[in-house]
């Protein structure tokens, strides 16, 4: 069966890089999502990965390793706004089956 | 900036009762989609819908939820005979180029 794996909460301080990692087991690997989402709001979609690399949007980039079924999310200059929980989620199946990782929460400490 | 929009956004309901969630996609978008998150835990997927058919969905999505288009804009999710364990979050997303737009969801109580 499908299964994403996420280190369930890290804190980091502001203004320093924090990295959270995301390996998966599924079938049918299309690309690997990552979506941020604050206490009781909505996820925001932040990137998508289909090959292997880095992707980078300002702050934020993310990295893909299709051979290791791994992935993560780099976030630099960390912001207490920043402050939310961080979830992988995995294209697979027919590419419209998205199964969504257990979630990361990220502390931002002064 | 277009957004997707969901109504009720806390819908209370009876256990056996049926409930009907709304859901306005971003209107060029091609790909629409239902998840649920229940308090404290991970998103999960329900279904998925493209050019007015499910083309994928989950274990959770059984006989008693459906989903419907029924005029080119509204995207609703169905649940026919709610259980307390129905109780949750409930999103609607819709995507273009592989970026997925949510909407604020409906919180579902059943009681």
């Known amino acids: 069966g499908q299964s994403l794996e996420q280190p369930s909460e890290v804190t980091a301080v502001e203004g320093a890089i924090v990295q959270i990692n995301c390996t998966y087991q599924?079938?049918?690997?299309?690309?690997l999502s990552w979506y941020q989402q604050h206490d009781g709001g909505a996820p925001t979609f932040l990137s998508y990965?289909?090959?292997?690399g880095l992707e980078e949007t300002g702050r934020f980039s993310s990295f893909l390793s299709r051979s290791d079924s791994y992935g993560y999310l780099l976030l630099q200059e960390l912001q207490m706004k920043d402050s939310a929980s961080y979830f992988c989620a995995v294209k697979e199946g027919g590419y419209q089956k998205v199964t969504f990782g257990t979630g990361t929460k990220l502390q931002v400490i002064p | 900036e277009p957004e997707v929009t969901q109504t009720p956004s806390h819908q209370v309901t009876q256990m056996g009762q049926e409930v009907i969630l709304r859901c306005v996609p971003i209107s060029n978008h091609l790909y629409f989609y239902w998840y649920r998150q229940i308090l404290g835990q991970k998103v999960e997927f329900l279904v998925s819908?493209?050019?007015?058919?499910?083309?994928?969905k989950s274990e959770i999505f059984d006989d008693q939820f459906s989903v419907e288009r029924p005029d080119g804009s509204n995207f609703t999710l169905k649940i026919r005979s709610t259980k307390l364990e129905d109780s949750a979050m409930y999103f609607c997303a819709s995507e273009a180029n592989t970026e997925a737009f949510f909407g604020q969801g409906t919180r579902l109580t059943v009681v």
């Open positions: 990965n289909a090959l292997d």
């Open positions: 599924t079938s049918g690997f299309y690309g």
């Open positions: 819908f493209y050019n007015n058919e499910i083309s994928e």
